[in-house]
């Protein structure tokens, strides 16, 4: 049963910009420390971006900072993915997942410390 629904993903030209967002049930987003991942093909998924619980606190990947912004509203059960400047290497599918176990300020990195993922959404960046 899908817990996470991300949308926002579609093909776009080198240099634009989309949102992704990810949606989940309050049980799941009012405990959860949030995450984007992507899988390009024939590479491991890796992560893109954390929040933690408060909102106050994020991670970025190198290859990603300063493009890709983070944020969540609590008042929508909703995480966001901004992405600027979108360059042919972030082709991939986008994944948001939820850790539920971490403690208030836990920005999480670790794809193992998730414990509910969505079914990704496609994004494509032609050059």
Do not use: H
Not at 13 to 22: D, F, H, M, N, P
Not at 68 to 73: A, L, N, V
Not at 98 to 126: C, E, M, R
């Amino acid at each position: 049963q899908v817990q996470l629904r991300e949308s926002g993903g579609g093909l776009v030209q080198a240099g634009a910009s989309l949102r992704l967002s990810c949606a989940a049930p309050g049980r799941i987003f009012n405990r959860g420390a949030m995450g984007w991942f992507r899988q390009a093909p024939g590479k491991e998924r890796e992560i893109v971006a954390a929040i933690d619980r408060s909102g106050g606190n994020t991670y970025y990947a190198d290859s990603v900072k300063f493009r890709f912004t983070i944020s969540r509203s609590n008042a929508e059960n909703t995480v966001y993915l901004q992405m600027n400047s979108l360059e042919s290497e972030d082709t991939a599918v986008y994944y948001c997942a939820a850790d539920v176990n971490a403690i208030y300020y836990t920005v999480q990195t670790a794809a193992n410390k998730y414990d509910y993922w969505g079914q990704g959404t496609q994004v494509t960046v032609s050059s």
